[in-house]
């Protein structure tokens, strides 16, 4: 019998909530532009594969902070995720699935004004992580982004 079997169901359900409340948690620190908090969610080697980058991966947490950091404050987003599972791989391993529509604009100054219009484009995509239970709680080990519709 393996870890994952003997696991009760009470550990499977925490490890279950932390990771998911860490993937929704991520959305929202993109949303608000608070890279350093954001970032330390992930691990110190992360990948991150970004859905308009595939072929580009972000490895390691300074360089995930520095793309980032990179974007325009003008940016605004939200970021909508839901569906969000996660699979138990053991107590200190786990897998998720969540997907994200993404509504964007532009504001006119660095202290934008509400409502902002919107980008004309809804994009839907989803993110695949794997977590790792660390020292400092559950982190993002590799993320991987893409984009499965795009429209007006």
Same mark, same amino acid.
């Given at each position: 019998?393996?870890?994952?079997?003997?696991?009760?169901?009470?550990?499977?359900?925490?490890?279950?909530?932390?990771?998911?409340?860490?993937?929704?948690?991520?959305?929202?620190?993109?949303?608000?532009?608070?890279?350093?908090?954001?970032?330390?969610?992930?691990?110190?080697?992360?990948?991150?594969?970004?859905?308009? +980058? =595939?072929?580009? $991966? %972000? @490895?390691?947490?300074? *360089?995930? #902070?520095?793309?980032?950091?990179?974007?325009?404050?003008?940016?605004?987003?939200?970021?909508?995720?839901?569906?969000?599972?996660?699979?138990?791989?053991?107590?200190?391993?786990?897998?998720?699935?969540?997907?994200?529509?993404?509504?964007?604009?532009?504001?006119?100054?660095? +202290? =934008?004004?509400? $409502? %902002? @219009?919107?980008?004309? *484009?809804? #994009?839907?995509?989803?993110?695949?992580?794997?977590?790792?239970?660390?020292?400092?709680?559950?982190?993002?080990?590799?993320?991987?982004?893409?984009?499965?519709?795009?429209?007006?």
């Amino acid at each position: 019998m393996t870890e994952d079997e003997t696991m009760s169901d009470d550990t499977r359900r925490a490890i279950e909530s932390d990771c998911r409340d860490l993937a929704i948690r991520s959305i929202v620190l993109n949303d608000t532009q608070d890279w350093e908090t954001l970032t330390d969610l992930f691990t110190e080697d992360a990948v991150f594969v970004r859905p308009i +980058a =595939p072929d580009d $991966p %972000i @490895k390691g947490k300074e *360089a995930i #902070l520095a793309q980032y950091k990179a974007r325009p404050i003008s940016r605004v987003t939200r970021h909508f995720a839901t569906n969000v599972v996660i699979d138990v791989q053991g107590g200190d391993k786990a897998r998720g699935l969540l997907y994200v529509l993404l509504i964007s604009g532009t504001a006119e100054t660095d +202290a =934008p004004k509400f $409502p %902002i @219009k919107a980008d004309p *484009a809804l #994009l839907v995509g989803e993110f695949r992580d794997d977590y790792i239970l660390t020292d400092a709680g559950w982190r993002i080990a590799r993320r991987d982004g893409s984009m499965i519709f795009a429209g007006t």
